[in-house]
Nanobody, 115 residues
Framework: QVQLVESGGGLVQPGGSLRLSCAASRTIFSFNNMGWYRQAPGKQRELVARITSGSSTNYADSVKGRFTISKDSDKNTVYLEMHSLKPEDTAVYYC?????????WGKGTLVTVSS
């Protein structure tokens, strides 16, 4: 069974930075793509950033220039570097991986941006 475990969330002031990590229980080479989604209270889950097996990336317009997704294949880990955080970035952030035709999800990590 594939497991994705997120870490790195927390409370940060506006303008601050955080790095989220997603550790996979299988080699990330086995995933077609991996990504980060977020869900704020009362809102639908939305894609934040995605990285393909070929390391192509795409981002939500709201985070372009502030967030960076990357992966370390040796550690089977995907990262999300977040800078210039805003209160509207507050959400539960979920790691996602598409392996074959199956989507896998982590349990999420809470990011709160507040002064």
């Amino acid at each position: 069974q594939v497991q994705l475990v997120e870490s790195g969330g927390g409370l940060v002031q506006p303008g601050g930075s955080l790095r989220l990590s997603c550790a996979a229980s299988r080699t990330i080479f086995s995933f077609n793509n991996m990504g980060w989604y977020r869900q704020a209270p009362g809102k639908q889950r939305e894609l934040v950033a995605r990285i393909t097996s070929g390391s192509s990336t795409n981002y939500a317009d709201s985070v372009k220039g502030r967030f960076t997704i990357s992966k370390d294949s040796d550690k089977n880990t995907v990262y999300l570097e977040m800078h210039s955080l805003k209160p509207e970035d507050t959400a539960v952030y979920y790691c996602n991986g598409l392996r074959g035709t199956t989507n896998y999800w982590g349990k999420g990590t809470l990011v709160t941006v507040s002064s």
